[in-house]
């Protein structure tokens, strides 16, 4: 044995009681399946593209409703009425603003937004059980974060081998169908 064979020796750990349990041992929900470029080792069913799709046109339909009344209400009532930048300024940032508060409310107070429940549709993590009210107030933050990219976080769920968006990523959390 040379030199060098003797020092990779002596700095190799032996590890001779190492037990892993069976694939077959462990619960349907901790099997590990084998994927390829991601960290995500659970076997999720996440919901078909075409009922998340019908529950957000049903949140945007709600939210423009609510951002036009808020709208009529305010420049009925006000003197002054902004025109050009200052316009098209607010035509965006309101719906928007009324966006984000609208899912971290629904989403951070409580389990399931009456949309989700007309759709079937139910948030677990990806652990299999229903997230902790921080982590859906999280997914609300992140859904911001994916919408303001100008949408590549929800249209990434299209490119996804698993069709998880950029929010369901960051807070290990999907849309099942219940």
Known sequence: MNEAEESEASVTPQLASVCLD????????ARITK???????????????????LC?????????????LFSLIVLSMAKFVP?????????VLLPAFFWAVYHYVFSGFRRSHSRMLMAQLELSSFEGCIPARRTRATRAAA???SCAS?????????????????????TRTYLRQS
């Open 22 to 29: 069976s694939p077959a041992e462990l619960p349907d929900w």
């Open 35 to 53: 994927r390829t470029n991601t960290n995500l080792l659970l076997p999720i069913q996440v919901a078909p593209i075409a009922p998340r799709l």
């Open 56 to 68: 957000g046109i049903m949140d945007a339909i709600l939210v423009l409703t609510a951002a036009a």
């Open 83 to 91: 025109q050009g930048k200052a316009a098209t300024a607010i035509a």
């Open 143 to 145: 859904m911001v974060l």
């Open 150 to 170: 100008l949408g590549l976080g929800f249209a990434w769920a299209m490119l996804d081998e698993d069709s998880l968006g950029w929010h369901d990523r960051i």
